[in-house]
Structure formats: C-alpha cells, structure tokens
Nanobody
Framework: QVQLVESGGGLVQPGGSLRLSCAASGSIFSDNTMGWYRQPPGKPRELIARITSGGSTYYQDSVKGRFTISRDKAKNTVYLQMNSLKPEDTAVYFC????????????WGQGTQVTVSS
C-alpha cells in the first residue's frame, strides 16, 4: 500500500505563494496519474489538478493560470506551486491518484492546511 505525506502548507496573505509537496512511498507512483485535491471548510473534497505519468496536466478552472502541478519521479514526489493565492483557496490539500470518477487508488494522507488570510 502506498503511503502519502503532504507538506508545505501554512498561513499566507492574499496574493502570496506556497509550494506543496506530496511524498509517496512505493515505486508504482511513477506509473500513476497523480492529483492534488482540496477540501474547504464544510465542503467536499475536490480534484483541482492532475498530472499523468507522461506529464500531461489538467487544472480546475478556479486554479488555472495560478497553480502548477509537477512531479519528480526519481523522488516519488508531486508538487503544487500555488501563486496569487486567494482567501477562497483556504482548504486542506491532499494528493492521491485518481482512477475514475471520485475514486482514488490509495488511502488518504493527513493533508496539509493552507490558510489565505490578511
């Protein structure tokens, strides 16, 4: 079973930037599409970005042009560079591997809290 550990969250002012990391155990990581999800307070978790094994990316409209997903297969790590942050980006951020619909491949990690506030 792959274990996921997210990090890099914190408190940032509107307009600021953060870089999230997701470290995954297990070599199968390199073959999987990876995604970043977020769960705002009182709302369901949603997929906001994903990257395939070949490097193709997808972004939810709300983050397009501000967030960038990338991966380092050698380090079994996926990143989310977040720029021009807005208060509505406040959420717990998770990574996982989307396998269709709302299904994911592995157990969820603990996530990392991102709070955007002045």
């Amino acid at each position: 079973q792959v274990q996921l550990v997210e990090s890099g969250g914190g408190l940032v002012q509107p307009g600021g930037s953060l870089r999230l990391s997701c470290a995954a155990s297990g070599s199968i990581f390199s073959d999987n599409t990876m995604g970043w999800y977020r769960q705002p307070p009182g709302k369901p978790r949603e997929l906001i970005a994903r990257i395939t094994s070949g490097g193709s990316t997808y972004y939810q409209d709300s983050v397009k042009g501000r967030f960038t997903i990338s991966r380092d297969k050698a380090k079994n790590t996926v990143y989310l560079q977040m720029n021009s942050l807005k208060p509505e980006d406040t959420a717990v951020y998770f990574c996982n591997s989307p396998v269709g619909g709302t299904l994911v491949a592995w157990h969820w990690g603990q996530g990392t809290q991102v709070t955007v506030s002045s």
